[in-house]
């Protein structure tokens, strides 16, 4: 039915609200070690819009007219790497989805708004590196990759990656599905003119999310593959 998958990475086949939060407060601590950490509560909301780390400090910062987004994002990056990956866990049905869609022989690749660095790692650390070509993981800080809802980044490196590794026949991109679990994933499918699967039990805002009205909506990873064949 598609020609091509695409998974976001966090909130969608890893669960990594727990390493972003944490992650955050150590960030604070280091750079602000006078200032309380924030709050869960007042983490989560800025976490569910898929915003990029820079507004999501700006936002937490006490006085934005001294913040540092460069030293801050460079910071919590720093220590996401250090001690972040241990509360990185994927899905359980992962490598269930993953072994499956392999097995049907779908294209399917990661387009995250995290360093791909991080993404790579946590997919090894979970023995599931092996299903996504790597020129098919895209993330911050490769070459040409913008962030997403930007469309470039399948435009311009992702569908011809696809094409260079002979997965799919001719020059247009055919049907290709987003899976995702924020707004910004919602808006990158419409972008890109993919159909949306939206992860309810991902990061998300609900309310936000529903609103947009994505193509399918899953409650666990695992129904995406209804979603595949067309199922649901």
Same mark, same amino acid.
């Given at each position: 039915?598609?020609?091509?998958? $695409? ?5 969608? $086949?890893? =669960?990594?609200?727990?390493? $972003? ?14 200032? %309380?950490?924030?709050?869960? #509560?007042?983490?989560? %909301? ?11 400090? @700006? ?17 919590? /990056? ?5 001690? +972040? ?9 992962? @490598? ?8 049907? &022989?779908?294209?399917?690749?990661? $387009?995250?708004? &995290? ?5 790579? !790692? ?7 590196? @092996?299903?996504? %070509? ?9 070459? +040409?990759?913008? /962030? ?20 799919? +026949?001719? #020059? !247009?991109?055919? %049907? ?8 910004? =994933?919602?808006?990158? !499918? /419409?972008?890109?003119? !993919? ?19 994505? =193509?399918? *909506? *899953? ?14």
């Amino acid at each position: 039915m598609y020609h091509l998958v $695409i998974f976001d990475f966090d909130g969608t $086949i890893f =669960d990594t609200y727990d390493a $972003i939060q944490h992650s955050i407060q150590l960030t604070f601590q280091q750079l602000l070690p006078a200032h %309380p950490v924030p709050l869960p #509560r007042d983490i989560r %909301p800025l976490v569910s819009t898929g915003a990029p780390p820079g507004d999501t400090f @700006r936002s937490l910062h006490p006085d934005p007219t001294t913040f540092d987004e460069a030293a801050w994002v460079t910071t919590y /990056r720093e220590l996401y790497a250090l001690h +972040g990956q241990s509360r990185t866990r994927p899905y359980p049905a992962a @490598r269930h989805v993953l072994e499956a869609l392999h097995a049907r &022989k779908v294209p399917i690749a990661i $387009i995250s708004n &995290k360093s791909v660095v991080a993404v790579k !790692a946590a997919l090894e650390k979970a023995d599931l590196l @092996r299903f996504f %070509p790597d020129p098919l993981i895209l993330g911050h800080g490769l070459a +040409g990759v913008l /962030r997403k809802p930007d469309p470039s980044s399948f435009t311009e490196v992702l569908w011809p990656n696809v094409q260079a590794l002979g997965t799919v +026949g001719g #020059r !247009a991109a055919g %049907p290709v599905l987003m899976v995702g679990d924020t707004l910004t =994933d919602i808006h990158y !499918a /419409r972008n890109i003119g !993919a159909a949306s699967c939206w992860c309810r039990y991902g990061q998300g805002d609900p309310a936000e999310c529903e609103r947009l009205q994505p =193509d399918h *909506i *899953i409650d666990a990873l695992e129904e995406v593959l209804k979603v595949v064949e067309g199922t649901t």
